[in-house]
């Protein structure tokens, strides 16, 4: 097909742009995005994989910089790959403005179990100081034990989100940082191939309120799939097929 617009019709790889993961501060939960088409258009329907949460993720594609989600519209990225940043191979990006916040973004392959019927290659993004702090924390632990696993993924749990309260009074809020775990590690996917080339799908439609409290003294813990954090030595050989195909 011809390019009369300035560039192609044709549909992208796999007929779609990547679906979304999306983690929740405010609440310690993580969703997946799904498209849905009412007949007037597409809207955003979210799908709560707290309890379930188990994926391959791409940490040596993750993408660092600046992000912006102006509500009602397409997310503004200024990214470039973390492994160059830490190579000094490349500088890190500009802030393109004062409303964007420092963030990353990297894919993950969910398990059957997560995914459904749905496509399982997602991305998931964030800027919240919780979020991040959740992801570094797992991704440190990728960095040191990486070298055991040469050319496999992490697979990431869910194993709880810690309350951090921030602000007195008036201004005091109460945001959860996830606990990630690493469970073992499994041979990058095919449906995962290591050259990233398709932008994620804008979030059109927020995400519900979370039933979690924002501000005031009490904090209602959001579902945790142990009581504590449980640790999990990581083994190379799992057999991981059933959860992820």
């Given amino acids: 097909m ?18 979304l993961c999306k983690y929740d501060a ?20 979210p799908v709560d994989i707290t309890a379930t949460f188990r994926a391959v993720a ?7 910089g600046w992000m912006d989600f102006p509500p009602g519209s397409a997310p503004s990225f200024a990214l470039v790959p973390l492994a160059a940043i830490t190579a000094g191979t490349i500088e890190r990006p500009a802030q ?48 040191v034990t990486r070298q055991n696993y040469p050319g496999q993924l992490p697979v990431l749990t869910l194993v709880s989100a810690l309350p951090v309260v921030s602000g007195t009074g008036a201004t005091r809020s ?23 080339t398709q932008p994620a799908m804008a979030i059109v439609t927020p995400l519900p309120p979370p039933t979690a409290p924002v501000t005031g003294a009490q904090t209602v813990p ?24």
């Fill in 2 to 19: 011809d390019d009369i617009l300035g560039f192609t019709l044709e549909p992208a790889a796999g007929g779609e742009f990547t679906g």
């Fill in 26 to 45: 405010r609440s310690g939960r993580i969703f997946r995005v799904e498209r849905v088409n009412t007949g007037n258009g597409f809207v955003s329907e």
């Fill in 58 to 64: 791409d940490f040596d594609n993750m993408q660092s």
């Fill in 96 to 143: 393109p403005s004062i409303k964007h916040k420092h963030g990353v973004r990297f894919r993950l392959k969910l398990s059957k179990a997560c995914s459904g019927e749905s496509k399982p290659i997602r991305e998931i993004a964030g800027t919240a100081k919780a979020f991040l702090n959740g992801i570094a924390e797992v991704y440190r632990e990728y960095t």
């Fill in 174 to 196: 109460t945001n959860y940082q996830p606990k990630f775990h690493i469970d073992g590690w499994k041979p990058r996917p095919e449906d995962m191939p290591a050259v990233v």
């Fill in 222 to 245: 959001p579902p945790n799939r142990y009581q504590a954090p449980v640790p999990i030595v990581p083994q190379a050989n799992n057999n991981l097929a059933d959860d992820f195909g």
